[in-house]
T-cell receptor, first 114, second 116 residues
């Protein structure tokens, strides 16, 4: 069964510092991995995805993520955090089975303090 | 020019009532979804339709009935509402090929359902 874990409920960083939001997934074939962001009272917005190829993928708003197959991880990173990055972040996985169902992690709340 | 739009944005109703939530997408996507986000912000898929055909039906009470009149619309009807149905319901869509599900989901802004 496919599953996604976000081990941290909350991540706090100071503005200007690098940020990392962690995600690991269960191994079952070749996953497609996604990061989404949710601002208050809004739907999820797509940030970036990994399909194949280069393990480092770049996405919207200066975010990037590194796929690590041996550690089954897909951590979200940004070199310099902004206060406006404060939001709820979800990692998700899809496979070419099970009708492509997206399975989401439980979410990580990122707070960037000035 | 909202890509995925849901109505209503807020829905407050009493236990036992029947209500519907509507969703429309103008992205030309073939697949649409309903997700439920509970008070802890956990997201759970409820249903998925591809070209008006039901392809994912998670363990959801049969009081919940989705309907897709065409591939741009996916509505959710809920009978005999219960307190535990209170949540935010999100509609989403994606464009997938039959052999590759690597497209991201596009979400609406949600419908906050409160059952009193």
């Amino acid at each position: 069964a496919q599953s996604v874990a976000q081990p941290e409920d909350q991540v706090n960083v100071a503005e200007g510092n690098p940020l990392t939001v962690k995600c690991t997934y269960s191994v079952s074939g070749n996953p497609y991995l996604f990061w989404y962001v949710q601002y208050p009272n809004r739907g999820l917005q797509f940030l970036l995805k990994y399909i194949t190829g280069d393990n480092l993928v770049k996405g919207s708003y200066g975010f990037e993520a590194e796929f690590n197959k041996s550690q089954t991880s897909f951590h979200l990173k940004k070199p310099s955090a902004l206060v406006s990055d404060s939001a709820l972040y979800f990692c998700a996985v899809r496979f070419n089975t099970n009708a492509g169902k997206s399975t989401f992690g439980d979410g990580t709340t990122l707070t960037v303090k000035p | 020019d909202t890509a995925v739009s849901q109505t209503p944005k807020y829905l407050v109703t009493q236990m036992g009532n029947d209500k519907s939530i509507k969703c429309e997408q103008n992205l030309g996507h073939d697949t649409m979804y309903w997700y439920k986000q509970d008070s802890k912000k956990f997201l759970k898929i409820m249903f998925s339709y591809n070209n008006k055909e039901l392809i994912i039906n998670e363990t959801v009470p049969n009081r919940f009935s989705p309907k897709s009149p065409d591939k741009a619309h996916l509505n959710l009807h809920i009978n005999s509402l219960e307190l535990g149905d209170s949540a935010v319901y999100f509609c989403a869509s994606s464009q997938d090929s039959p052999s590759s599900y690597n497209s991201p989901l596009h979400f609406g802004n949600g419908t906050r359902l409160t059952v009193t």
